[in-house]
């Protein structure tokens, strides 16, 4: 199929972004455009007008602060895997980066972009939430934060766009595990673990309806032991209807799959801390 008509426009600056965002109905962002583009093709999205954001060097860059790791929405998912203070710092969030699809679509896919991408399980997501991480946007009110569990099931608001990922640095005791579907690349289940004084922090997509943190596991796991044993015992005790069957699978197999996918990454992510 081809393109539906639209009109395209590249700002210069962010503030100029927004203001077509909020001013043209039915605009939307063009940044990596691995997914908007094609949805566009097979007629699942629509757009009037395409507001292209991916020269805009302030939406780029990744900086380590005080208060940990800030991703810039249009840094690739190449160079957020490939990044030294990430790969030390949060290595669940440079794992689900480089689990995203293929080279093709790292190099030109986004941070922001990924976790933008709504009603669609993305890898980056869900290593967000579980690092308790933040989503910067920005509007036509300035710029604000939310959870990125939050935002996971908010969305982007209209006229709004993602500016960053702000990501609490962790050291090594962190881990990211997928089984992908094997035609789209995207998770059937994913699984992200950070361990932390105050017990593990454990998030699961794909499975689930959103990304979401399985807080219940995490009580039962407090203090470990972090055993297969001890996991899957640990989700078998979760609701079976959290997880949300789907391609051929159950929901007993999803809630299977994610404790199997959790216990590997809490195993190599308590590793990190011998």
């Known amino acids: 199929m081809i393109l539906t008509e639209f009109d395209y426009v590249r700002p210069v600056g962010l503030d100029e972004a927004l203001a077509l965002l909020c001013g043209t109905r039915g605009a939307r962002v063009l940044a990596g455009g691995q997914s908007l583009l094609p949805a566009l093709r097979t007629g699942e ?8 954001v991916r020269h ?4 780029r860059g990744i900086e380590r602060g005080a208060e940990g790791i800030r ?14 203070v990430v790969l030390a710092e949060a290595p669940e969030v440079a794992a689900a980066a480089r ?6 679509v790292r190099n030109l896919g986004t941070a922001g972009g990924n976790l933008a991408a709504g009603g669609r399980a993305t890898d980056l997501s869900v290593a967000a939430v579980a690092a308790d991480a933040r989503v910067e946007l920005a509007g036509p009110g300035g710029r604000w934060t ?11 608001p209209a006229g709004a766009v993602v500016t960053a990922l702000l990501v609490p640095a962790a050291g090594r005791a962190a881990a990211f595990e997928k089984t992908a579907d094997r035609a789209t ?11 932390t004084p105050d017990g593990p922090r454990i998030a699961v997509a794909g499975a689930t309806a959103r990304p979401l943190r399985l807080r219940g596991v995490e009580d ?15 989700f078998r005790a979760e609701p079976r209807e959290l997880f949300v069957p789907g391609r051929g699978t159950s929901a007993e197999y999803l809630g299977h799959l994610a404790g199997v996918l959790a216990a590997r990454a809490l195993q190599r992510a308590d590793q990190a801390l011998a």
């Open 146 to 156: 939310v959870p990125a569990e939050e935002f996971a099931d908010s969305g982007v």
């Open 56 to 59: 805009l060097e302030e939406l």
């Open 45 to 52: 999205e629509s757009a009037r007008l395409l507001v292209d």
């Open 99 to 104: 689990a995203n699809g293929d080279p093709q």
């Open 71 to 84: 991703i810039g929405a249009l840094t690739t998912l190449a160079e957020l895997a490939a990044h030294t």
């Open 185 to 195: 690349l995207y998770p059937v289940c994913a699984t992200a673990v950070r361990i």
């Open 220 to 234: 039962r796991l407090r203090g470990g032991p972090y055993t297969t044993e001890a996991v899957l015992a640990a």
